[in-house]
């Protein structure tokens, strides 16, 4: 069958390439470079497997700047165009979402959309009303940046908004396109699938600020923290999985999607929602705080990307140290390799790692890799087990 999908980030590229193995997989996309690189058989995105599959399988796939084009004759259109939250009018930014169903209605196709963008809970249900449509699912996504296609390959599960014939075929489809064979497929209402979506992401969020606020205590009461975590990670209920203390949580889901619920939370009585909020904001404090006991003149970032093997830094928690530092008046410079541009943040960007290196007093690093560690005595990190 056809299938379109709209936005080619990593939700809508990797969906593309599962699919895109049995299906004619159309790709829509507002940015011409990236549809010539699709066409091309080339990764706009750094994702290893959808690398592979480009270079080595047999895949459906073309690209299009023409909605038309992509959604005549489709059986369903896959929508996982951007949304953000905006924190000054408190509410997601689900423009993109609704100007790809506008323009599905405006054909009058007979087709059905499953809405993979994030969006706030009770979105779908409100859309449909809103539109005078029923031909429209949430299946929420739950990928990492960098393996996006190995989770769609190897998925924890599969959740589809709505109980129907159409809803068993999509997940059908995506259950086809996968190698791991056990695959839970769970089906509920649109708005519980919208709710879990964003439950889980801030329960990660949770965890992530949990390790970082344990890494605060012992770092300024001078304990050991890698023991501790060990410790508290061989009871098998807590486990040994996303443990490792960062900087912060950041990327495309955990800052929007923990704010969005905050805001679902309005009539509902609540501490811990807004605590996870709060938390990060506190973690990118305290990291400052620690770079500027060391008194430098230049601070040295070491990677805008948060995670390795990724070339994601929107909304990384370093850009929020960032912002810190400079309170301070310290020069910031910045290695990124994935950065075009000589000014980020206006902060300036050194290309040469050597030259970064020696000019920083205290190398800022989320993440230590093998190309720093000549740097050691600069290197300020709170990485304890070289792990996302």
Do not use: W
Not at 267 to 273: A, E, G, K
């Amino acid at each position: 069958m056809k299938i379109a999908v709209a936005g080619t980030g990593y939700v809508g590229l990797s969906m593309a390439t599962l699919l895109s193995q049995n299906n004619e997989v159309v790709a829509l996309d507002i940015i011409p470079e990236k549809v010539d690189m699709i066409n091309k058989k080339i990764s706009p995105i750094k994702d290893k497997e959808i690398e592979k599959f480009f270079q080595t399988k047999k895949l459906n796939l073309r690209a299009t700047l023409d909605y038309k084009e992509a959604f005549d004759k489709a059986e369903f259109i896959i929508i996982s165009t951007p949304t953000n939250y905006d924190e000054e009018l408190n509410y997601f930014d689900t423009s993109s979402v609704e100007d790809i169903i506008q323009k599905v209605k405006s054909m009058n196709i007979e087709t059905t959309m499953i809405i993979k963008s994030t969006i706030p809970v009770g979105f779908t249900e409100k859309i449909k009303k809103k539109y005078n449509i029923d031909n429209i699912i949430f299946s929420p996504e739950f990928l990492r940046e960098g393996k996006a296609l190995y989770d769609n390959l190897y998925p924890s599960r599969i959740i589809i908004g709505e109980k129907s014939k159409r809803a068993e075929k999509f997940a059908n489809l995506l259950k086809e396109g996968a190698i791991k064979k056990d695959i839970i497929i769970k089906y509920m209402g649109n708005t519980e699938a919208e709710a879990v979506k964003l439950f889980a992401n801030t329960y990660l969020a949770l965890r992530v600020s949990y390790f970082n606020e344990l890494d605060t205590y012992a770092e300024l009461k001078g304990l050991d923290t890698k023991s501790i975590i060990e410790g508290v990670g061989l009871d098998p209920r807590i486990g040994t999985h996303y443990n490792n203390p960062s900087f912060g949580y950041g990327g495309y889901c955990l800052p929007k999607d923990t704010k969005q619920l905050l805001a679902n939370f309005e009539d509902v009585p609540q501490n811990i929602i807004r605590a996870i909020v709060r938390a990060n904001k506190t973690r990118k404090s305290h990291i400052a705080n620690m770079v500027m006991q060391r008194n430098p003149k230049i601070v040295g970032i070491y990677r805008l990307t948060m995670k390795t093997g990724s070339d994601n830094y929107r909304s990384s928690a370093i850009q929020g140290i960032i912002e810190k530092l400079k309170e301070e008046n310290v020069e910031i410079i910045i290695y990124e390799p994935t950065l075009n541009e000589n000014i980020f943040l206006d902060c300036k960007v050194i290309k040469d790692l050597d030259e970064f290196c020696k000019k920083s007093d205290v190398i800022l690093a989320n993440r230590v890799e093998e190309k720093i560690k000549g740097y050691q005595d600069k290197v300020y990190t709170r990485d304890l087990f070289s792990k996302d």
